[in-house]
């Protein structure tokens, strides 16, 4: 009786556990990081605040001036107050930023090596799509190979997400950091990706849009706040 060999894993399928997954790590993160991210937070709309009131400040002196329309944008661009208030929101958002995404990498690394080295060969966004870890020959990949694995990640990350596209070249559909731990992501072919997974990943893009949205909303009301106070309504 012929063995029948999981096949590789489709690029959707690995995207969709890898979701699944940081999710679950991004819950953790902010667990640990809520008081830091809370003040954060805090500082970042303080800062908005204050570049809002500095950029609609620039706006009403030069179009009180008489200035042409023009001069609007090169009045923007030269204004100290408003590049000190851009500066102080970047450094806010830097300490907000920075932060949850170096422990979010230190968490990953726990996270995927850890799971993807036990007998399961998967983490729970894997488990929960249908994939396993093996390595070149087809055996579990250990936990050194599997952090191994996520540590190699990174390159992936920072060659523009072309390493994580090259999973999506056949046969073996194997990412850079596959590539150089060894390792393959597979599936059993005859098992369709489940519908709560299919659900997930069709939510994904509604949320990107609200989340966008809201954020846009947030920006209106402090730009209308600042120029009411400004303006004096």
Not at 30 to 43: C, F, K
Not at 200 to 222: E, G, V
Request: charged share 15%.
């Amino acid at each position: 009786m012929t063995v029948r060999q999981p096949a590789p894993a489709p690029l959707l399928h690995r995207y969709t556990a890898w979701s699944l997954d940081a999710a679950a790590i991004l819950v953790v993160v902010v667990a640990l990081l809520h008081r830091q991210l809370a003040v954060a937070l805090d500082a970042s709309a303080g800062a908005i605040d204050v570049l809002a009131e500095a950029m609609v400040g620039a706006m009403v002196r030069t179009i009180d001036s008489g200035a042409a329309p023009t001069a609007l944008l090169q009045a923007l661009l030269v204004d100290p107050g408003l590049h000190h208030a851009v500066t102080a929101l970047a450094l806010d958002v830097s300490a907000l930023t920075l932060p949850v995404m170096a422990v979010f990498a230190l968490v990953s690394l726990l996270w995927f090596g850890l799971f993807e080295g036990s007998r399961w060969r998967a983490t729970p966004g894997k488990r929960a799509v249908g994939l396993w870890v093996i390595d070149d020959d087809a055996q579990p990949p250990g936990l050194v190979r599997a952090c191994l694995r996520q540590a190699a990640g990174v390159l992936s990350w920072l060659s523009f997400n072309i390493g994580h596209l090259m999973a999506a070249h056949a046969p073996r559909h194997q990412a850079l950091h596959d590539r150089i731990a060894g390792t393959r992501v597979v599936r059993d072919d005859r098992t369709p990706m489940p519908m709560p997974a299919r659900l997930w990943l069709a939510l994904q893009p509604a949320a990107c849009c609200l989340l966008l949205a809201l954020l846009m909303r947030y920006l209106d009301q402090r730009v209308s706040i600042a120029f009411g106070a400004i303006s004096g309504y």
